[in-house]
């Protein structure tokens, strides 16, 4: 490993991947991606009952790559021959993408800490070694990062992201609190093997009324509900404040309305994710709403030349949240590097994202409106 590089790009997610050859692409290539396991290994963790809900399909020719694609040339539906890909499939996926484009990962490296020095930033890592870069992009995503309400009692509660297999569970009703993606997904994993459960939340997706995939209720995941709805009931307006254990197991909920409930089986919370929690974010960005703060180029407003790349960048109601969202960053960041540098962007490149549906520049122009 070298003791200094222009760019450090932390995480071997799709964030990681997709500017990686993004910057390739641009010409650049004094830079390196560090991951503190292997590229993909966050999604080696996804329960294997887990799938994407943004559905796979090859249409690249069309100006319209794969929706789950981080590159403009490449298609998981294709590779995987996956319309919902498991997270495995995924993480094989990144992997091809890596090898094919001899992206400079090293694994098996974790950055402890980023200590700002002057103009650059040395990156402290586990093995004890120091190295150095001029700009660094943090790209860990949020599965690594479960958030669960601090509440009196949190700790009786178990997170979505930690149920490895749903064969464990007893054939006992279940209590889910959050009634998004995730909420769903439980409550139909359980229910294909007979275990009813009941979804307390304050406020459900299945009620959104907006076009915003990023706040209804999935198609997919809603399918899948209405296969098994006789097994799942879903209260609404209830949010959680506090939960305390009695004897024998039996956990007592209580809500902000006063109202409480009795559950027979640990809480499963799937409220979330929040990367905040990670102590890179935390010491240097500026977090509001469990949400790092970021300028117009996502950067931290507390040090310069600190970027945030992947599902949790946010501009106030723009949430890029899924992968044919953030992806659409990788360009536009990437010109800003070679602007702060004073070297020309090719302009051929940024016409292929353009016509690849994949610049994003203006945040103005992410409402989403459909007639019907």
């Known amino acids: 490993m070298n003791d200094s590089y222009s760019i450090v790009i932390i995480g071997a997610g799709p964030a990681g991947v997709g500017l990686g050859v993004t910057l390739q692409n641009y010409g650049i290539s004094n830079f390196v991606i560090l991951d503190k396991d292997k590229v993909g290994s966050t999604f080696d963790n996804w329960n294997h009952e887990t799938h994407f809900i943004s559905p796979s399909f090859t249409t690249n020719g069309f100006g319209y790559p ?33 090898l094919r484009n001899q992206l400079p990962v090293i694994g098996n490296t974790e950055v402890t800490r980023i200590i700002h020095n002057h103009n650059s930033y040395q990156l402290q890592l586990s093995s004890h070694q120091v190295i150095e870069a001029r700009y660094v992009f943090v790209g860990i995503g949020d599965f690594s990062y479960p958030y669960s ?23 006992t009703e279940q209590t889910i609190i ?3 993606e995730a909420g769903f997904d439980a409550a139909i994993n359980l229910a294909k093997r007979g275990i009813r459960s009941t979804i307390f939340t304050d406020t459900t997706a299945i009620d959104s009324q907006s076009p915003d995939p ?36 039996r956990y007592y909920l209580t809500f902000s309305d006063t109202t409480t409930a009795v559950s027979q089986t640990r809480p499963i919370f799937a409220t979330g994710f929040a990367a905040c929690q990670s102590p890179l974010i935390k ?37 890029l949240c899924y992968v044919y969202k953030y992806r659409q960053r990788f360009a536009p960041l990437t010109e800003e590097i070679l602007a702060r540098n004073g070297l020309i962007v090719n302009p051929m490149i940024t016409q292929a994202y353009k016509d690849a549906n994949m610049y994003l520049d203006n945040f103005d122009e992410c409402d989403v409106d459909c007639e019907c």
């Open 178 to 180: 959050g009634g998004n």
């Open 283 to 319: 010491e240097t960005f500026e977090v509001k709403n469990n949400r790092p703060v970021l300028n117009h180029y996502d950067e931290s407003t507390l040090y310069p030349n600190i970027f945030l790349i992947g599902p949790q960048v946010t501009h106030d109601d723009v949430v």
């Open 214 to 249: 990023s706040k209804r209720l999935s198609t997919f995941t809603l399918n899948r509900f209405l296969n098994y709805m006789n097994m799942i009931r879903i209260v609404p307006g209830k949010e959680l404040i506090s939960i305390r254990k009695g004897e024998p197991e």
């Open 149 to 171: 309400p601090e509440i009196p009692g949190k700790n009786f509660g178990i997170h979505y992201s930690s149920i490895s297999d749903y064969d464990d569970f007893e054939p």
């Open 66 to 98: 794969d929706l789950n694609a981080v590159t403009p040339n490449s298609s998981p539906a294709f590779s995987l021959q996956s319309e919902h890909p498991s997270g495995q499939e995924y993480a094989t996926y990144l992997r091809t993408v890596s």
